[in-house]
């Protein structure tokens, strides 16, 4: 796999490039009656945390379906357990079909007043360098990226009355709570929303300047273990040194699962990980990624990682193994002369390719049964896990979208990792087949699940603009069937 | 020091043997008077963990220096910034002058519906062994007990008219709630308190017929210590091998304290520790202590300790070092996957004689500071420390309660150790330079601090018997001066 190449990207059919020009021209001339659309969207106060805040989750869930509706698609407001999942498709063409992911629903507000305005009541902040900024809960995460694409798909029906490639869509209300109804929904829905590859756009530009896409998602293995030592917790005096202390048996357990350099030390931990070829080893290790930064902004000065590894292989590439959480016997205010009977640890490790959860459960509880001591019991409880995703560097579908981001942002963009996973990813993986293609114009600074959250008006234009293209570069795809629109300009402006 | 050696006990002054004989008989004709007046105490509900009885606690005073004034003693009530302290005097004696020690404050009842009678109401219960039990909430922690000095006194007061040693007393309302006024009082108090030993009861029999004496209690030092690495928490995915984690950073400094074998691994922990004679040594090895059914009490099968070292060794005789309490990061239900910025422990270490609190905390602090790798900080916050206290075997305070407790009980009484410590003996020692000698009846299945708490009627009663003789002795004391009882038969059946 290469984060360089740039395969010849055929154009033998496809939309011709003048009808592209008139789309995208399409979208600038209306840009402000998009913007007025996104705010309209975001003053649906869609918190998914907040049951109260269910019927406000429907409305916007309603809102997207209307919207996709007024421009021709089959859509509806499908009911879960939980908030509704909208589902909508156009499927005209005979080119490829993508599927679009987004979610309609936002982090709380809290706390109110470190908000310089209403986050529900969007407004539009000019900057000293010319950005301006639209303010409002919902801007960036994930209301004004979703709305990019869906404006995309709006210039072209409006332009040429179709569009260039078959679209599926589907908005979950439930990301920012953890998406319990994503799965079940899936697997109800399968066969509907097969594709041929899943678009999002919950991520982030690279530079202001420099879009993304990213390639590779570590996987996840999420346990907890709990050791338990004496029936009772006991008084340290009385017991002190005989008895097996359960927090004492935990940390051992922790310290042996990685070694001085950073290392797990699970037997066969890195058995059957595809390294990285060369040429993508090389292709991030001369990315303009600024270490020391990215450190600093922690609060940290030096990585723990392992030294063979720069900072991005080892976050990106890498696989891992953190103890994020712990808790056993008194540890509130004050003092208890405890041992206590048990203690807990919840312990997750990021995978790569190569990587099975299943492996590596039964490895890493292999390593902690075998060194628990006699006395001890340890219960592990499993808290689920995915695969890596990768997607090949040779997908005609990653050349097509880096072709069209070339094209509307003057620079090639930046092929990268991500050290964590988007769950849809994973989950649209192993049950829809689908790789993805999460493309996102998001700034670092947009202020995601914090107050004043924003996104820069220049993210969305450039976003729709960036969608129009990618939708017609895909329509080359010589995977797919000639577009109905190959070659001929049959829409006529309709805005 | 040993545990068996019975000094020869000089009988050339101190009261007539008849004389104790005759205070007996008066403490057994006068049992009903005794328990009515437990009875009495019994029914105020002095719970000084909940601020709400703060009156209730003082009525418990008021009613313990009331008793002590009806029989001659100076009593007084003195107020600290919590409950009160009573302090009573009788020192018309020469012989030596001790100072008894107990607390009249009770745990709460919480949960009420456990309890089979009300707690506040306390009730003789006829057992199947012929036993009776005296149940209510500290009818043995620790007001019984501390009734059976006091009610030994009365009798030597009513048939004599005079006690045969010199006696103060304190008792404290805190013992339950850490008893936070308690150094300052006797900061305070000083000399007003100063005596030759202390004597307290708040502590158990050996066994049913076989009374004890707490010859060792291990010192304690109690240490916090918090690691940060990131200014905060950082998401595991994004930051996952690259960012240092304390939890991981933590553990490894736990398992750094202790070796394979369950020794201390902190450089010169060992130094300067007074090893237990062989005699002692021994003594304790040829103690009827069921180690099997001590680990069974606690859902343990095998001790965690150093092997070289009986259980009893190792509990009474040896330092310790445990984890009390330990939390870092996302402990609760779910799954959260940072890397949380920081994780505490709270790390207690039981200390033996030689062994020096403040030279232990900065070898401690040394060794966690030279594992502490670079990038994180770490924070120790003492949470206080007390010296191991060991009465010496050559004391004649001790031979001469030796002899009372054998000649009330009919067997030699068994010399222990304590791997924990009452903290007033740790605090008495430092601020008044005073040796104590806990003698306690209560049984191990008394139920302390649970519902249905009892004392036995059998306890109680030798307990009063036994301090008649233990008074009776020490007044035989060549420390001391002759006692104004001694060889005179000069008081009068005052009951």
């Known amino acids: 796999m290469s984060l360089e190449e740039n395969p010849d990207v055929g154009v033998s059919h496809g939309v ?19 913007l007025d659309r996104l705010f309209q969207f975001l003053r649906i106060p869609s918190i998914s945390c907040d049951a109260s805040y269910a019927p406000q989750c429907r409305q916007a869930a309603s809102w997207i379906a209307d919207e996709l509706s007024g421009i021709g698609f089959a859509a509806s407001v499908r009911s879960t357990i939980g908030n509704p999942i909208v589902v ?9 079909h993508v599927l679009f992911y987004g979610h309609y629903d936002v982090q709380p507000v809290e706390p109110l007043e470190a908000w310089d305005s209403d986050p529900f009541e969007p407004s539009l902040k000019e900057q000293p360098d010319g ?35 078959n679209v599926s869509m589907f908005f979950e209300g439930e990301e920012e ?36 896409i990213t390639i590779m998602f570590r996987g996840i293995l999420e346990e907890e273990i709990e050791i338990s030592c004496a029936s009772r917790d006991l008084h340290s005096g009385a017991y002190g040194n005989a008895a097996r202390n359960p927090i004492q048996v935990l940390a051992e357990l922790i310290a042996s699962l990685r070694g001085a350099n950073g290392e797990v030390t699970i037997d066969g931990f890195y058995d059957n990980i595809q ?8 292709a991030i290790l001369k990315l303009d990624f600024d270490t020391d930064a990215f450190l600093r902004n ?42 206590p009977s048990t203690a807990l640890a919840k312990i997750s490790f990021r995978l790569v390719s190569g990587q099975c959860p299943e492996r590596m459960q039964s490895k890493f509880r292999d390593h902690i049964r075998a060194r628990t001591p006699a006395d001890c019991k340890v219960k592990f409880t499993s808290f689920g896990g995915s695969s890596a995703s990768v997607i090949s560097s040779r997908s005609e579908y990653l050349a097509r ?95």
């Open 16 to 34: 011709p490039q003048e009808l592209v020009e008139k789309v995208l021209g399409h979208a600038d001339a209306n840009l402000n009656a998009s």
């Open 88 to 96: 909508a498709h156009n499927k005209e063409a005979n080119g490829p």
């Open 131 to 165: 950005e301006t900024h639209i303010v409002a809960r919902g801007a960036s995460d994930d209301k004004g990226q979703l709305l990019t694409f869906i404006e995309a798909c709006r210039s072209w029906k409006a332009v040429t009355g179709h569009l260039p490639i």
């Open 177 to 212: 709570s953890g998406s319990p109804s994503m799965e079940t929904f899936l697997d109800e829905a399968g066969e509907e929303l097969t594709a041929d590859v899943m678009l999002l756009c919950d991520t982030y530009l690279w530079r202001d300047k420099v879009p993304a």
């Open 275 to 282: 390294e990285l070829d060369e040429e993508t080893r090389e």
């Open 298 to 339: 922690a609060g940290l000065s030096q990585s723990a990682g392992d030294t063979a590894y720069s900072v991005l292989e080892q976050i990106w590439t890498r696989p891992s193994c953190e103890i994020n959480g712990i808790a056993g016997g008194h540890y509130g205010d004050g003092f208890k002369t405890i041992i």
């Open 401 to 495: 979208a880096r072709a069209a981001l070339k094209q509307e942002w003057n620079c090639e963009p930046v092929l990268i990792g991500s050290g964590g996973s988007i769950p849809v990813v994973g989950v649209v993986k192993s049950r829809l087949g689908l790789d993805s293609l999460p493309i996102g114009f998001a700034r670092s600074d947009n202020r995601h699940h914090s107050p004043n959250e924003k996104y820069d008006q220049s993210s969305f234009h450039k976003g729709i603009r960036s969608w129009i293209r990618i939708l017609a570069e895909l329509s080359r795809s010589t995977t797919g069937q000639p577009s109905l629109l190959d070659g001929n300009i049959t829409g006529t402006d309709q805005a």
